[in-house]
T-cell receptor, first 114, second 115 residues
Framework: EPEVTQTPSHQVTQMGQEVILRCVPI?????FYWYRQILGQKVEFLVSFYNNEISEKSEIFDDQFSVERPDGSNFTLKIRSTKLEDSAMYFC????????????FGNGTRLTVT | AQSVTQLGSHVSVSEGALVLLRCNYS??????LFWYVQYPNQGLQLLLK??????LVKGINGFEAEFKKSETSFHLTKPSAHMSDAAEYFC?????????????FGQGTRLTINP
């Protein structure tokens, strides 16, 4: 069964550094998402992406964050200058072009900012 | 705006007992509803979904959920708990509009199974 893959599984970075989290969505999906989950807390929506542009973003997704689909397969989340509070699990998801289709999630990237 | 409330952040049951995880939603129109499971150090896996039609939906691993519009609920049940069911469970809602509709998650319920 096709799946969403995320790399790396764990990223450690120093405060103020830039990080790029990578995702390969399921190939025939058209909608892409990033969510994050701070340890022990709920899964929070960050951003959705369609047709090479952001569809919706949350208040968490400020100017430090950006997303890109640099080629036909990858979908990336960049954090320009990481803060301690960015430490979380980041999940990528994709879905088909139907509102009743579920989101398919990757296994996540655990980001630790020191 | 849509939202989901999961009653009980922790639920503990004995192996073989009934599992009941509660979820109530808030939406101006009947939404699409989902349950996801998260095993330790893993991603979110779809358990089941309700879109239209039959209000009792069956999912993987013996779980099922019933959509009750009058109660705005979508509770998850399993007749007999297994040790392997220990995980975090998330109820989620999605709107009907076309486009990249996001999933909105509840706070999650951690299910513990006692031997």
């Amino acid at each position: 069964e096709p799946e969403v893959t995320q790399t790396p599984s764990h990223q450690v970075t120093q405060m103020g550094q830039e990080v790029i989290l990578r995702c390969v969505p399921i190939s025939n999906h058209l909608y892409f998402y990033w969510y994050r989950q701070i340890l022990g807390q709920k899964v929070e929506f960050l951003v959705s992406f369609y047709n090479n542009e952001i569809s919706e973003k949350s208040e968490i997704f400020d100017d430090q964050f950006s997303v890109e689909r640099p080629d036909g397969s990858n979908f990336t989340l960049k954090i320009r200058s990481t803060k301690l509070e960015d430490s979380a699990m980041y999940f990528c998801a994709s879905s088909e072009n139907r509102p009743n289709s579920p989101l398919h999630f990757g296994n996540g990237t655990r980001l630790t900012v020191t | 705006a849509q939202s989901v409330t999961q009653l009980g952040s922790h639920v503990s049951v004995s192996e073989g007992a009934l599992v009941l995880l509660r979820c109530n939603y808030s939406s101006s129109v009947p939404p699409y509803l989902f349950w996801y499971v998260q095993y330790p150090n893993q991603g979110l896996q779809l358990l089941l979904k309700y879109t239209t039609g039959a209000t009792l939906v069956k999912g993987i691993n013996g779980f099922e959920a019933e959509f009750k519009k009058s109660e705005t609920s979508f509770h998850l049940t399993k007749p007999s708990a297994h040790m392997s069911d220990a995980a975090e469970y998330f109820c989620a809602v999605r709107g009907h509009s076309q486009g990249a509709q996001k999933l909105v998650f509840g706070q999650g319920t951690r299910l513990t199974i006692n031997p």
